[in-house]
């Protein structure tokens, strides 16, 4: 890698602005607040020294960028956005010279003040000759002022994770139309990298922020045509339909949850063409999990008690995921108590067992008048009974589903 080390000035930079890349794939996106835009205004305005800029010479004859930014992004940007009339100086900024500036944009500014500004000469270090990893290594040892959250750092490792977690964040209708939070500091890619590592697992995953980092870093042989990436995209495309438009259910802590439940259900139940059902089933949860948290907790059900402290103690860890997947799937089945499994078969699954249980409060149906009958079941001893047999063409749904106690299985199948 050659450096190169030269002087622009501003109203250089400005008309060189469309050939200037600033947004090259390891940069952290646009991150400074207006006010600190206008400290760096002042600061030019008044001849202050700033570090340098570091911009590298593009070798693509297709591009139609000549550079890409290094170092500099938010300083670049700070000025382009103010000569662009788009931000004034701070309100309380101190006169040059004999010239108001405070609260003032670029055109309103006195002839020589904006003659002044134009003519600052920025220190910049041009780089040729590099390889990508250098960039991004440079990238890295650069920052400084605001330092790279994990997910910033993680955007600066090249590969075929990267550019997929980049591509679905930017791209795909759920992430851009439908969560509820602002992608700020690579928030979306954060929560994508997340869903995928759930679904390479096969399952919820510690999704910490070391661990995202190792599959960025150990997948160089991603194909995003792979069985995983497929399904992931698949669940994406499901819970985009689900919720066509901005959710306020979609958190970051519920996305995570619901991309467990709907890989799980895509998997074991036919509900591919009941998206519409599943995003109205959450709404739905949401609503009656809110209305909990104001009751006493002596009156909250186990339920939902059990949800939220998995909500609440380390959400991105496996247990917890796992146990939130465990409450929604059995709720979701409530719900749709005619969602039957995509392999027809005989046993229930046990969450389809759980929403039978409690929809009977375990109630035995005691369909013989069995004089044994205990009644009331305990949760590890209870069978979940067909109502229309099986082998009479009764499906395995919760609809079709009773609690007997094992006294009356008995009797039921001595009278099949």
């Not at 108590?337 to 995509?342: H, K, N, T, V, Y």
């Amino acid at each position: 890698m050659r450096r190169n080390t030269r002087t622009w000035p501003v109203f250089s930079v400005n008309t060189r602005r469309s050939r200037i890349d600033p947004s090259p794939p390891y940069q952290r996106g646009l991150v400074w607040s207006r006010s600190k835009k206008q400290l760096f205004i002042d600061s030019l305005i008044r001849d202050f020294d700033i570090p340098k800029l570091y911009l590298r010479r593009t070798d693509d004859a297709n591009s139609q960028y000549e550079w890409e930014v290094v170092d500099g992004q938010q300083r670049l940007n700070a000025i382009w956005e103010f000569l662009g009339n788009e931000y004034p100086v701070s309100n309380d900024a101190a006169p040059v010279g004999n010239h108001r500036i405070g609260g003032k944009l670029f055109k309103d500014l006195n002839a020589n003040v904006q003659e002044q500004l134009q003519g600052y000469e920025l220190n910049i270090v041009e780089l040729e000759e590099s390889e990508d990893q250098e960039i991004e290594d440079m990238f890295i040892r650069l920052q400084s002022g605001m330092p790279l959250n994990a997910a910033e750092n993680r955007n600066a490792i090249s590969g075929p994770i990267r550019d997929f977690v980049r591509n679905v964040a930017s791209t795909h209708q759920l992430i851009t139309d439908s969560i509820a939070f602002p992608n700020r500091r690579f928030a979306h890619d954060e929560i994508v990298a997340q869903m995928l590592m759930i679904e390479i697992n096969g399952g919820p995953a510690p999704v910490t922020s070391s661990r995202l980092r190792a599959m960025y870093e150990n997948g160089s042989r991603f194909n995003e045509r792979s069985a995983s990436a497929s399904k992931f995209k698949r669940v994406l495309n499901f819970l985009a339909q689900s919720f066509p438009e901005k959710s306020p259910e979609l958190t970051k802590t519920n996305v995570l949850s619901l991309y467990t439940v709907a890989s799980e259900s895509l998997s074991k139940y036919a509900i591919s063409n009941r998206a519409k059902s599943f995003g109205k089933w959450f709404v739905d949860f949401e609503k009656r999990r809110k209305e909990h948290q104001e009751k006493p907790e002596d009156q909250i059900e186990p339920e939902m008690y059990s949800y939220q402290l998995a909500i609440l103690q380390a959400s991105a860890s496996e247990p917890s995921q796992r146990e939130r997947r465990r409450v929604l799937i059995e709720d979701l089945l409530t719900y749709m108590p005619d969602l039957r499994l995509l392999d027809d078969q005989r046993l229930f699954t046990s969450e389809q067992r759980a929403s039978i249980f409690r929809k009977s409060n375990g109630k035995c149906a005691d369909p013989s008048s069995n004089p044994d009958c205990v009644g009331k079941c305990v949760w590890d001893n209870f069978h979940a009974d067909h109502i229309v047999p099986y082998s009479s063409g009764g499906r395995t749904v919760v609809n079709n589903g009773q609690v007997l106690c094992p006294s009356c299985n008995l009797k039921k199948s001595d009278s099949h």
